[in-house]
């Protein structure tokens, strides 16, 4: 008898959800997808990732998701929530409480979220302040063309910091300048 090595094909995608397929995009596919422990379903896109339980699908865009940790089985993923814009277009965000995922099992999901968030980050800076400080960002939103300007603040930041928007512009200004030369 000979043994047969499995290949990566051995291993079974979970179905993706019908609800889900209804909910996609016409030109979004799904790139990857894990079975969760309670039941739920994560599937990557182009466009972000979704969650799929008993109720309606979410999808958190790539340029919104601030962090992704795997630790073992559990993808950890922290998700920003845009709460203001500033004058120049910059958008103000914060952090959601973090939302922790536990695998089934093994699965390429994790590979295509870190490499889809490291992507949508074109270039950025931790910007200090007196009261709390932020990231200043410029990410790719599939779909649109050129950088969108961000700003992640520390919890407790007050954006209405005397200087603190215009030191906010000055950066994402240099990070424009800088990525526009690379």
Same mark, same amino acid.
């Given at each position: ?17 019908a609800s ?10 799904i790139?990857a ?35 992704a ?5 559990a ?6 929530? %845009?709460?203001?814009?500033l004058?120049? #277009?910059?958008?103000? *965000? @914060?952090?959601?409480?973090? $939302? /922790? ?34 990231? %200043?960002a410029?990410?790719?939103?599939? #779909?649109h063309?050129? *950088? @969108?300007?961000q700003?992640? $603040? /520390? ?27 690379d």
């Open positions: 008898m000979i043994a047969v090595a499995p290949t990566k094909w051995s291993r079974r995608r979970p179905e993706v959800p889900l397929r209804g909910a996609l995009d016409p030109d979004e596919r790139l997808a894990a079975s969760c422990v309670d039941g739920s379903v994560l599937a990557a896109s182009r466009f972000g990732l979704w969650t799929v339980d008993d109720t309606l699908p979410q999808r958190w865009g790539w340029h919104l998701i601030s962090k940790r795997l630790t073992g089985r993808l950890s993923v922290t998700v920003a929530d %845009v709460v203001g814009q004058a120049d #277009g910059t958008q103000v *965000l @914060t952090d959601m409480p973090l $939302l /922790d995922f536990e695998l089934a099992d093994r699965s390429g999901l994790t590979d295509v979220v870190h490499a889809r968030v490291r992507r949508s980050v074109a270039a950025s800076r931790y910007l200090p302040w007196p009261g709390g400080g932020g990231w %200043v410029l990410r790719r939103v599939p #779909g063309d050129g *950088l @969108t300007r700003v992640r $603040l /520390d919890p407790g930041a007050d954006i209405d910091a005397i200087g603190f928007a215009q030191a906010i512009g000055k950066v994402a200004d240099d990070l424009a300048g800088d990525s526009a030369s």
